[in-house]
């Protein structure tokens, strides 16, 4: 990289990786406060929802929204106070004293502020189906989905404390919540523990791991293979919720901020990293509960915190 | 109270105090996720949003929507998963063992877990016109309104931190700010005065105090007195932001929660104040930015965590 092309380039004010909702609402944030902002997503603007089949519960929207309608409803929200998208792959991030210098595949940025909105996925089951039918029957959110299985089958993949609090929590709606383990007891804690075996909806299955998803238009059928018996059989499911873990998307700067144990990064309250003038916001980030709602709030927190960032700096930009 | 009282109205597991957008939110989270939800509110469903006229920023919404509009439809939101609604003034929260009482005006209740979503209200000016024109012309927020004064004139009623912030952050949108103070120099930290002192939009009105606020159907003109030449005068603007303070709603736990130095409520990040089962949501909390779409987040993280905390503790409820 040479000096000539950073300059051809310079003069953003804040760059945002990623376009799922926390780069969305910063980017509305941000572009209506003044700051001239560029977005950067190497996929599909909208992130993870757009694998969502149905949004209940952003609020304000009481109609049921599809993840793409929301993810549209954003990016038009941001375009109307002109920020600026790139379909590019952020590579690597720099920062050249106060600067920070973005390569992607296509070209070399330089900025003044950088907000991380990478976001997380599901660890995967990788198994045949389940790409096919997420968001028709496969589901990696309780809290986001639960509510739609009423009176119906599903299915919980995994024996930690989350898929064993999911699992509860979808007893409210289901009636009846199969938790599938590999092991023959589950990993979540005794409190947990107790609950969940105290619950008459919950019945499991041990030692097996699904290994395909069928269906026709939704999911139909999970196909067990029972370790310790080496046998092979079908359960009949409206819904299986996934829980085997969840991988923060950290690469471009994980070795440069602070994480917490799973690999989120922690910011302050102002989602500000340890990095001066970079912040995160989403679902990369230390939280309580992953949403878009608090996606968005995250995002717009960062844009805020990034436009008083610059004005406490500009001295040193000039 | 008589325990008659107190049995005749139990069984709530949620009771929400104040229905803003913190509470609305959380109404929806919670009645979604199957909690037996209540909401007081003493005066308008919506709180502080309803008297802004136009609310460009809640992520999702790229029209321009009233305050009224985001309180309808966060209100409908609530409403389609079941959400109670009482219009009454809750005058006292009182714990017994993990029950928490409610006593409005109009009754008495009890409930599992409780949400404080009291918000907080700007300082007034408490001059004539102020009321009148507020939302058309009179804002308390310029991250809210800045940008709907683009190459207009407006007045900064303050002289601290956030007045003086917010005045810079003004002059990116409005072709003069005046900043009008009771003193002859700033309260705000001199990196802030350094700033504001270099930026050439910005005009002093010194040692005066706004006496009143005049127009038509929008603010034309203030009415200042100074204090130093015992002078009155007019000053021509198109919109005044008054920045003298903001106090927080805190009247009913403020002596038994854990307070910041203006009085905020300090929660974990699970949005649980010290008081087991009594959460804490919106501009009531101890926070970083003030808006809609952050009040939403809190109000959604609130309900989640109330309901895992029924759930841990569900046992002793029984």
Same mark, same amino acid.
């Given at each position: !990289?040479?000096?000539?092309?950073? =300059?051809? %380039?310079t003069n953003y004010d804040l760059a945002i990786v990623g376009a799922g909702p926390a780069g969305l609402s910063a980017a509305i944030y941000a572009s209506r406060g003044g700051l001239k902002t560029v977005v950067f997503e190497k996929a599909l603007v909208g992130g993870q929802i757009v694998v969502t089949a149905e949004v209940e519960n952003y609020p304000g929207f009481a109609e049921t929204l599809t993840g793409f309608d929301i993810a549209d409803k954003l990016k038009a929200h941001a375009d109307k106070f002109g920020a600026e998208f790139k379909l590019e792959e952020v590579k690597a991030i720099g920062v050249e004293g106060?600067?920070?210098?973005?390569?992607?595949?296509?070209?070399?940025?330089?900025?003044?502020?950088?907000?991380?909105?990478?976001?997380?996925?599901?660890?995967?089951?990788?198994?045949?189906?389940?790409?096919? $039918?997420?968001?028709?029957?496969?589901?990696?959110?309780?809290?986001?989905?639960?509510?739609? $299985?009423?009176?119906?089958? /599903?299915?919980?993949?995994?024996?930690?404390?989350?898929? =064993?609090?999911?699992?509860?929590?979808?007893?409210?709606?289901?009636?009846? &919540? $199969?938790?599938?383990?590999?092991?023959?007891?589950?990993?979540?804690?005794? &409190?947990?523990?107790?609950?969940?075996?105290?619950?008459?909806? /919950?019945?499991? &299955?041990?030692?097996?791991?699904?290994?395909?998803?069928?269906?026709?238009? !939704?999911?139909?059928?999970?196909?067990?293979?029972?370790?310790?018996?080496?046998?092979?059989?079908?359960?009949?499911?409206?819904? &299986?919720?996934?829980?085997?873990?969840?991988?923060?998307?950290?690469?471009?700067?994980?070795?440069? /901020?602070?994480?917490?144990?799973?690999?989120?990064?922690?910011?302050?309250?102002? !989602?500000?990293? =340890? #990095?001066?003038?970079?912040?995160?916001?989403?679902?990369?980030?230390?939280?309580?509960?992953?949403?878009? /709602?608090?996606?968005?709030?995250?995002?717009?927190?960062?844009?805020?915190?990034?436009?008083?960032? #610059?004005?406490? %700096?500009?001295?040193?930009?000039?």
């Amino acid at each position: !990289m040479t000096n000539d092309e950073v =300059i051809k %380039n310079t003069n953003y004010d804040l760059a945002i990786v990623g376009a799922g909702p926390a780069g969305l609402s910063a980017a509305i944030y941000a572009s209506r406060g003044g700051l001239k902002t560029v977005v950067f997503e190497k996929a599909l603007v909208g992130g993870q929802i757009v694998v969502t089949a149905e949004v209940e519960n952003y609020p304000g929207f009481a109609e049921t929204l599809t993840g793409f309608d929301i993810a549209d409803k954003l990016k038009a929200h941001a375009d109307k106070f002109g920020a600026e998208f790139k379909l590019e792959e952020v590579k690597a991030i720099g920062v050249e004293g106060l600067c920070k210098i973005i390569e992607t595949d296509k070209g070399t940025y330089s900025t003044k502020s950088v907000i991380i909105a990478t976001g997380a996925h599901p660890r995967k089951l990788q198994v045949p189906g389940e790409q096919k $039918y997420t968001g028709r029957g496969v589901s990696y959110c309780a809290t986001c989905d639960g509510a739609l $299985y009423r009176d119906k089958i /599903v299915a919980v993949v995994g024996g930690g404390d989350s898929a =064993i609090e999911e699992a509860i929590f979808l007893t409210k709606f289901a009636k009846k &919540v $199969y938790i599938i383990h590999r092991r023959d007891k589950l990993r979540a804690v005794k &409190v947990i523990r107790d609950r969940v075996f105290k619950n008459k909806k /919950v019945e499991y &299955v041990w030692d097996s791991v699904v290994q395909g998803i069928d269906g026709g238009d !939704m999911v139909e059928t999970l196909h067990i293979y029972n370790r310790k018996l080496d046998e092979i059989s079908d359960l009949k499911v409206d819904g &299986v919720f996934i829980y085997i873990g969840i991988i923060p998307n950290n690469e471009l700067v994980e070795s440069r /901020v602070e994480l917490d144990p799973r690999g989120f990064i922690q910011t302050d309250e102002d !989602m500000h990293t =340890i #990095i001066p003038g970079v912040f995160a916001a989403g679902d990369i980030i230390h939280k309580t509960l992953r949403q878009v /709602v608090t996606a968005n709030s995250d995002g717009a927190t960062a844009a805020f915190s990034a436009e008083k960032w #610059i004005e406490e %700096n500009s001295d040193k930009f000039d």
